[in-house]
């Protein structure tokens, strides 16, 4: 952790530093911090965005996506210009315009249980963005193995949902105590098929920095072991209790 913040810094995070439960120790944390962002889309963008304007030092960005027409509805971190780019390329140039001081990795790269424990490795958490159940299984059950919290969410029409996944503290649900499967292709339709509201996205990869800030700094009460669910058709946003399953083979006592 640096040892005093600049005269940059005290200006850049001036309305941080005021609040009495971040202050200079806590900012010096974020930017000591390092987060593993997996996805540069719908729920990257505003994700990357918020943490690397918020100081957090050290931000990895992986995605083996370019960028496409069809994501600049929702995908905000990139431009007309970017389309047929990297999708980790074009976010790490925009991170750098919005503060060239924090260091950015990008990995072009597609998650799979294969990568994802080394992937992890020195990052003190995890975003999980990605839109497919295959990598967000794999995402939480390394996240879980290497006692590294996680913060998810999901997206559908004009829907979210979002949770932070701690179950190594033998307090709280993981993902399989909710879904022990990922649930048949039919039910969950991709983005593609059913569509979605851009700006639910924004609300949704809010949140998602906000629950990250607050795990990095230690402040508040934490979502692990709840799910909340956003509707923007109705305006409401439901907090709803998810038990640990005893029977849980990830958590459970006898995995």
Do not use: W
């Amino acid at each position: 952790m640096p040892d005093a913040l600049d005269d940059r810094a005290f200006r850049r995070y001036a309305r941080h530093l005021i609040l009495d439960e971040v202050g200079e120790d806590g900012q010096a944390k974020l930017l000591a911090s390092r987060v593993l962002i997996i996805g540069a889309g719908g729920l990257g963008s505003p994700v990357a965005l918020y943490l690397a304007a918020a100081g957090v030092g050290h931000l990895t960005l992986v995605d083996d996506d370019v960028v496409d027409d069809t994501n600049l509805q929702r995908q905000i971190i990139h431009s007309d210009a970017a389309i047929g780019r990297a999708k980790v390329e074009s976010a790490a140039e925009t991170l750098a315009r919005l503060d060239p001081q924090i260091k950015v990795t990008a990995k072009k790269l597609r998650v799979d249980a294969a990568n994802i424990g080394a992937l992890i490795a020195g990052h003190d958490l995890v975003i999980d963005g990605s839109d497919n159940f295959d990598t967000r299984y794999a995402v939480h059950d390394a996240c879980y193995r290497a006692r590294v919290p996680l913060v998810s969410a999901s997206l559908l029409r004009f829907e979210a949902q979002l949770s932070t996944y701690k179950a190594y503290d033998g307090k709280t649900a993981c993902l399989r105590c909710l879904h022990p499967e990922k649930p048949p292709p039919d039910l969950i339709p991709r983005c593609e098929e059913a569509g979605i509201l851009g700006a639910v996205a924004g609300v949704a990869g809010s949140l998602q920095a906000t629950e990250a800030l607050k795990e990095l700094l230690g402040l508040g009460k934490s979502l692990a072991g709840s799910v909340l669910i956003y509707d923007a058709l109705d305006t409401t946003f439901r907090r709803i209790a998810v038990p640990k399953d005893p029977h849980c083979k990830l958590c459970g006592p006898t995995p």
